[in-house]
């Protein structure tokens, strides 16, 4: 399918920078934006609107817009239930935007979390999150396995007292390959999903799963993500909820030669631990 995950030039990894960085920047001023009595489905709207503007042609997901409880996939959470729904907001609620755009091709999928109001538990669980983003790629420079990654993360969530709710994401995923894809004239979807690239994650996962191939695009705590970290680019987005309180993030992290680093250093959710670390 001539999907690149791998090998990408300076150029192109600067390409990927730049827009996430736009991405990142359209959720947080669409956040800043929020009012009361909004609702999902209209905020939903906006980011596609948003996003067409800035030249994306399709998404690998619709945007994802989650109020309140719903931030942390309570009870039995579906695919369906990422769809976003009439839910207005309130103050208090905590909120979460996410966006997985598509610009000629290259995939980038982003998370900002916050909180319409103040809220201690809010606070509290985006400085819990905030460990991973070095514990990660320093698992990985010590050549850990993806698995046992995604096994300690999940088990230091329940630690604290939060549920890991990356795990019902889709592929129970604490990350995922991030991709360039070809360019198509009409873009083709799938289960809300770009058609093309979902086909794309099936297909070698459940190669992966099965034994027929060693590169699964989803890190995850199954058996085929026991491996050393594959050189490319990778989306990590530990996700924890608790009483009704969700918070995630999300963003790309560069794995060459086996070792790790984040793309970026300065993205919206390093600002906004470096702000509660001094309130």
């Known amino acids: 399918m001539l999907i690149k995950t791998r090998r990408f030039s300076a150029r192109q990894l600067q390409r990927f920078r730049d ?7 359209i959720l947080e001023d669409t956040a800043s934006r929020l009012r009361t009595g909004d609702t999902e489905k209209a905020i939903a709207h906006t980011l596609v609107k948003r996003y067409r503007k800035a030249g994306v042609d399709s998404f690998f997901h619709l945007p994802v817009v989650l109020f309140g409880e719903r931030t942390a996939l309570p009870g039995d959470w579906s695919l369906g239930h990422f769809f976003p729904r009439d839910r207005a907001l309130v103050e208090g609620d905590s909120v979460i935007l996410d966006a997985a755009p598509l610009f000629a091709g290259y995939m980038v999928d982003t998370s900002y979390s916050t909180c319409f109001g103040d809220k201690a538990e809010h606070d509290a669980m985006m400085r819990h999150l905030a460990q991973y983003r070095d514990s990660v790629p320093s698992a990985l420079n010590r050549s850990e396995h993806f698995q046992a990654i995604a096994d300690d993360v999940a088990h230091t969530m329940r630690a604290a007292g939060y549920e890991p709710v990356h795990t019902k994401h889709p592929g129970e995923v604490l990350g995922h390959r991030a991709i360039k894809t070809p360019r198509f004239p009409i873009p083709l979807r799938m289960q809300g999903f770009d058609a093309v690239s ?8 459940s190669l992966a799963t099965k034994g027929m191939g060693r590169r ?6 199954s058996k085929a993500s026991d491996h050393r970290a594959h050189d490319g680019l990778w989306l990590v987005e530990p996700h924890a909820g608790a009483d009704g309180v969700g918070a995630k993030w999300e963003e790309i992290l560069l794995v060459e030669n086996g070792q790790a680093r984040w793309l970026d250093d300065n993205p919206p959710h390093v600002r906004q631990w470096q702000a509660l670390a001094t309130a």
């Open 19 to 25: 827009l996430q960085r736009l991405s990142f920047d």
């Open 198 to 205: 979902l086909s794309w994650f099936k297909l070698k996962d």
């Open 216 to 221: 699964s695009p989803l890190w995850n705590s």
